[in-house]
């Protein structure tokens, strides 16, 4: 068991309207082959989508792509708002990010990441004649842990989870709660050749056609648990703080103390 | 840039006292370069540790391996622990686990991770005179997004985090708080070549170089943030729980409505 990872360089600067699927095949390093995997940072797609607003826009941008504000930290002066995103990808200022857009602006994560990755996808396959995987990554914190890593927000083509229930371990015991989120794993992966710095937004995975599928595959979107059975669906303090005026209106409406 | 990961197999079954760097080196399917990185997943290191237990004591090993208890989720009969285990890991169970363990037993997780890795890498140093880092891995599950995916709980000679602080980005913007953590996405990447059905316990990582460094480069405990410092430190239902009990006492407290 063996892949590689290979940044593609040259790139040009993407802006709207931008054939991606073209300009990725015309900079590759070497042909695609059937089981090879694209991992596309989120940010061209957004440039050639024309997802780019003034960055006086920012906060209102924030605002819009906001589903529900799930923490709030305050550092000094600064507020960063832990949110849950239109994509239902929990992280900070809704994936709105300043860095790598243009001058005085600010790029929103792409309108419907999964989509666009299907597009991609078929273009790169039609162009290409290979049956290749594409996933959109995004750069996002995490609870527990410090520092950031790639994850995938959109995929066509490609199995976002490696689905192990009911197969076994090496002593033939059943996994019964295994189901590693490959995706994600390619994503950070990719991360590592791609850099923040180095301007290089696409990565190529060979070797790992067994995660390669139809471009109906279930999407990036289905890696999103939803809010109502996450165990971490509000900050502790934001769920603190409304526990307690849950509490103090209860005992309130009960009047005087009981047994008093 | 380029780089490769390749699982190694045909290690024996690992039992305590085995002397697991000679083990590698010897089933390793290429010689060892300066820059290369090995990912081992942090069961195998409990087998040679001895960190194992019977299975009738599981309840109790989760106990021990507890720091704090974050979250409950109670599923029909089963309850599932989210803790934080000795090593500052939020996850499942403390990282107590069965599956790959000789039957009977549970697997605790080596009691210093980064130890481990830290004599892992010298043992591997000395044999192959190759300057090599070493990461022990770990599958664990997050908040937000299904699934799980693999991370770093031990790292020696090798950066955990790719720190771009103060460094720019391609448009010459400032990238003020990018600090990847490389170490959980090289464990991703190499999960995908270990699996947890394949009995391959250990990557190679070829072509990353300029994240392998000295042995006394800070470990993976670094990658843990503080409880007190994160927003997600207890699950929402504890969180409005201990709330309620607080706002509900504190009305008491305060006697009859006021104003009333």
Redo the contacts between chains.
């Keep these: 068991?063996?892949?590689?990872?290979?940044?593609v360089?040259g790139l040009p600067e993407i802006t709207e309207g931008d054939d991606l699927a073209a300009l990725i095949v015309e900079a590759l390093p070497a042909p695609l082959a059937d089981g090879d995997i694209l991992v596309v940072t989120s940010k061209i797609v957004s440039k050639a989508e024309g997802r780019v607003v003034r960055a006086d826009d920012r906060e209102q941008a924030i605002t819009d792509e906001t589903v529900r504000v799930v923490?709030t930290?305050r550092t000094g002066d600064s507020v960063t708002r832990?949110v849950e995103n239109r994509l239902g990808?929990?992280g900070a200022a809704a994936g709105v990010d300043?860095?790598?857009?243009?001058?005085g602006t600010v790029l929103l994560l792409p309108v419907d990441p999964d989509a666009s990755a299907r597009s991609l996808a078929t273009g790169i396959r039609a162009l290409t004649g290979a049956r290749v995987g594409v996933l959109l990554s995004d750069?996002l914190g995490?609870?527990?842990?410090?520092?950031?890593?790639?994850?995938a927000i959109g995929a066509a083509g490609v199995h976002?989870?490696?689905d192990?229930r009911g197969?076994?371990?090496?002593?033939g015991?059943p996994?019964a709660v295994?189901?590693?989120?490959?995706a994600?794993?390619?994503a950070?992966?990719a991360?590592?050749?791609k850099?923040?710095?180095?301007?290089?937004p696409v990565a190529v995975v060979r070797g790992?056609g067994r995660l390669v599928g139809d471009l109906d595959l279930p999407g990036a979107r289905?890696?999103?648990?939803p809010a109502e059975r996450?165990?971490?669906?509000?900050?502790?303090?934001?769920?603190?703080?409304?526990?307690?005026?849950?509490?103090?209106?209860?005992?309130?409406a009960e009047?005087?103390?009981r047994g008093a």
């Design positions: 068991m063996r892949y590689s990872i290979e940044g360089e923490a930290r832990i990808v929990v300043a860095s790598n857009a243009p001058e750069t995490r609870a527990w842990r410090e520092g950031q890593t790639d994850i976002v989870f490696d192990l197969q076994t371990d090496a002593t015991k996994l295994t189901m590693p989120c490959v994600d794993e390619l950070g992966a991360e590592l050749v850099g923040k710095a180095a301007g290089v790992l289905t890696i999103v648990r996450d165990l971490f669906r509000q900050g502790a303090d934001e769920a603190y703080d409304e526990g307690y005026r849950a509490g103090f209106d209860e005992a309130q009047g005087p103390l």
